[in-house]
């Protein structure tokens, strides 16, 4: 970061605090992200009878592993990402539709929203 600033003919210095900063300056804050993976398989609780009905050790397990492993930008476990404007005309006409009864029936061999052509 400091390499690039000088770059671009500024001075870098390290300022904790705004006020350290002077009038024309300029403050950069840098950060990232890790997903940091569970230990897979957690068998700390032993398998069998659970009669107090507890959540399993190895629940949920792979599901946050594999959520960690595909996940495009680390930030977005965090904050997530802003919801963008509707189509309010496109949802009027849907439930239009739908009050006018004019829904398309689903296929019955659909087995999975892949072989269902929703055009």
Not at 45 to 58: I, L, Q
Not at 85 to 108: F, H, M, Q, S, T
Request: charged share 25%; proline share 8%.
């Amino acid at each position: 970061m400091a390499e690039l600033v000088a770059d671009l003919g500024l001075v870098p210095r390290f300022a904790p605090d705004r006020r350290d900063l002077p009038a024309a300056g300029l403050r950069v804050t840098a950060g990232h992200y890790i997903v940091h993976l569970p230990d897979c398989p957690d068998w700390s609780k032993p398998t069998g009878p659970d009669y107090r009905n507890t959540v399993h050790s190895n629940f949920g397990c792979a599901t946050i592993s594999n959520l960690g492993l595909m996940v495009a930008d680390p930030a977005d476990l965090m904050r997530g990402q802003a919801i963008g404007p509707g189509d309010a005309e496109a949802a009027v006409k849907a439930i239009e539709r739908y009050r006018k009864g004019e829904v398309k029936e689903l296929p019955k061999d659909a087995t999975s929203a892949t072989s269902v052509n929703f055009k």
